[in-house]
């Protein structure tokens, strides 16, 4: 990999747009001009002239966005722009990329691509109020509500809804997937939201899609581009640290309970709506979902993530097992002749025919290289076989796309070091540019660590640092979120906080992520419990967060299959699993917690981090190597001092 000098480069077009007299400032209402920000703009453009492959790493506040989308507005191109999630997708084409496009005052046609799970299926719709089977009231009005809308929605797109809630059972119900889609057999295909959307992206000239969308497709698990991935001439990655396990699930392949449920429903509604008969296929089809559930019992109670090695063999579930393959074959058996009477018959033979496959492939015979895994919910599961490594597949599929490949997001360096994440998916040679935040964090933030706190593995390790947490929070006046490394310490905080905390207190699950933080903008003086779901992609901006307590560097648990998979592989093949794999992705996931505290320019905030092997160890030293530069303190009082500080300026 090669470090580049993005402003020694001849080509500057784009950093001048972004400079203090470019078009930018004159579009955006407070726009500062940050050498950060230009610097990238220049390394964009260089790469996209170049058909090169290039990493950015960019502070948070650099404006990363701004410094992708000037130089892809003006290069004239064909791009194709990935995001990590679908509200960032949104953001991107809704706000910032209409900013942009009117400063520059380019002629660009732009379109938002999502997977076809995101689109409203009219014949779906049709079968869910016909067909009435419900568990509750609530789903009902909720069908009607996507009813009423669907007669005045013109893209189709189910976030224009954004009062049903994402995880609804109404939306399987009234979207489609790549197996139960009838194509162009459907009645409704001429006025299809997903065949629309994917015109307008090819016809566009840039294009913003999303990792899962991006990886389907790349995996040939056809999420409906055709010629659009072709078609580009560059690709921008936004938020890329997601991408390795974005990748590492669409190259792989998993069976879960929903799929064979579907499965047994579609058939029931398909014979119905063909013979209306109540008898014969859906008793069968009744049958298979029996079986279903029996195979789900026989996977044991609760919820659990865990290697398939631990099941595979058991009385048991060979026994739910050989129940559920009968179970399926005499479906397929019933479909087979029934296929040639309809499109959507046939559609649920072909699918029965693939999970036929994909069942022996998942509890039989597993291919070679995978992690073999499963996953229990209370009344669902799913088994997956997931690849060791993406680097190789996604480097065969990149080589038959365009050359130019733009990776960029706040956390991708380790150690100052890129070496980590281009391993991941194969780019080494890559030329990389690392930007510091432009945010002041010598002046604006402070790092703590609390003397005296035992190892993690202590017993009483959570309550210690509860009582960190008490005190932090009272001189903080509330303003805090506390981000976990699990569960349970979240829901040990919770209980203890509930009754000794004097502020508002969040905690996640409690309702969704959007709405907690909506209501901790809104109260100013909040403390808001988090895992994972929190330790990134979440934006608080002034005094109403102004501390963030971590209470445990984020090694991944070694317990896990995914994890325990590949650690077991790299020390078959002579490597370091710990400095190779855990930690690096530890200090980028902290990375992207710290990320939290300072948001804007004038944040100012305390970031305390307890687990004491961050100053006891000796690869402590690469956490604090990867984090920004802000003063440190071991004494509480500094804390407190800190805060008051803050306070009187902000009177």
């Not at 040639?340 to 699918?351: F, I, K, P, T, V």
């Amino acid at each position: 990999m090669t470090a580049i000098d993005p402003l020694a480069e001849d080509s500057k077009r784009a950093a001048d747009m972004l400079g203090s007299d470019g078009l930018l400032a004159g579009e955006v209402p407070g726009f500062a001009a940050r050498v950060q920000q230009q610097e990238m703009a220049a390394a964009v453009e260089q790469a996209l002239a170049d058909a090169g492959t290039l990493i950015v790493e960019a502070g948070t506040g650099t404006g990363k966005t701004f410094a992708y989308l000037v130089p892809a507005l003006l290069s004239g191109q064909k791009i194709v722009i990935s995001t990590g999630t679908r509200h960032l997708q949104d953001q991107l084409f809704h706000r910032d990329l209409p900013t942009v496009r009117s400063a520059l005052g380019v002629p660009l046609k732009a379109a938002l691509l999502k997977g076809r799970a995101n689109y409203l299926c009219q014949q779906r719709l049709q079968v869910a109020r016909a067909e009435g089977r419900f568990s509750d009231r609530r789903q009902v009005h909720q069908l009607e509500q996507v009813h009423e809308w669907s007669g005045r929605t013109v893209s189709g797109d189910i976030a224009e809804l954004s009062n049903i809630p994402e995880d609804s059972p109404i939306w399987p119900k009234v979207t489609s997937t790549t197996e139960n889609c009838l194509g162009a057999d459907c009645d409704h295909y001429a006025d299809c939201h997903v065949i629309r959307a994917r015109r307008e992206a090819q016809d566009a000239d840039l294009v913003v899609i999303n990792h899962h969308l991006l990886c389907a497709d790349m995996a040939l698990k056809e999420e409906g581009f055709g010629e659009l991935l072709p078609g580009a001439d560059a690709f921008i990655i936004d938020e890329a640290h997601q991408l390795p396990e974005t990748a590492s699930r669409f190259f792989g392949h998993a069976l879960s309970s929903r799929q064979l449920l579907e499965l047994a429903q579609d058939s029931i509604n398909e014979y119905i709506a063909e013979t209306g008969e109540q008898e014969g296929l859906p008793d069968v089809a009744r049958g298979l979902e029996t079986a279903v559930r029996e195979f789900r019992l026989a996977m044991g109670e609760g919820e659990q993530r865990a290697p398939w090695s631990r099941l595979a063999g058991k009385p048991a579930l060979v026994r739910a097992r050989d129940s559920l393959k009968e179970a399926l074959a005499e479906l397929t058996l019933q479909l087979e002749p029934l296929s040639e009477r309809s499109r959507g018959l046939d559609n649920c033979y072909q699918r029965a025919l693939r999970v036929q496959a994909l069942l022996v492939q998942t509890t039989e015979q597993p291919p070679e290289q995978f992690i073999h895994w499963f996953e229990t919910w209370r009344q669902s599961f799913r088994i997956n076989l997931t690849p060791l490594d993406v680097s190789e597949n996604f480097n065969s599929q990149r080589a038959a796309l365009p050359e130019c490949w733009i990776f960029t997001s706040a956390t991708l360096s380790v150690n100052d070091s890129f070496e980590h994440f281009a391993r991941k998916l194969g780019l080494e040679g890559a030329r990389t540019l690392q930007l510091d935040s432009p945010f002041d964090y010598a002046r604006n933030a402070l790092f703590y660590v609390p003397k005296g706190m035992p190892e993690p593995s202590d017993p009483d390790y959570t309550a210690r640092m509860l009582d960190q947490a008490e005190a932090i929070i009272e001189a903080a006046r509330g303003r805090t979120f506390v981000l976990f490394t699990s569960y349970r310490a979240m829901n040990l905080a919770r209980d203890r906080l509930r009754d000794s905390c004097g502020f508002p207190l969040l905690v996640q699950g409690s309702a969704p992520r959007n709405e907690l933080l909506e209501r901790f903008r809104e109260l100013g003086n909040a403390v808001l419990l988090g895992t994972s779901s929190f330790w990134e992609g979440v934006d608080v901006r002034g005094e109403a967060l102004s501390c963030v307590i971590i209470d445990k560097l984020p090694f991944a648990s070694p317990g896990d299959p995914v994890w325990q998979a590949r650690i077991d592989a790299m020390k078959a093949r002579g490597g370091n699993p710990f400095m190779d794999e855990q930690l690096p992705h530890a200090v980028i996931t902290l990375k992207q917690g710290v990320g939290r505290l300072i948001r804007d320019v004038d944040d100012r905030g305390v970031l305390v981090i307890c687990d004491p092997r961050l100053l006891g160890k000796r690869y402590g030293r690469v956490f604090l190597n990867s984090l920004p530069d802000m003063g440190r303190t071991r004494a509480l009082e500094d804390v407190v001092a800190f805060f008051h500080a803050s306070d009187a300026l902000s009177l």
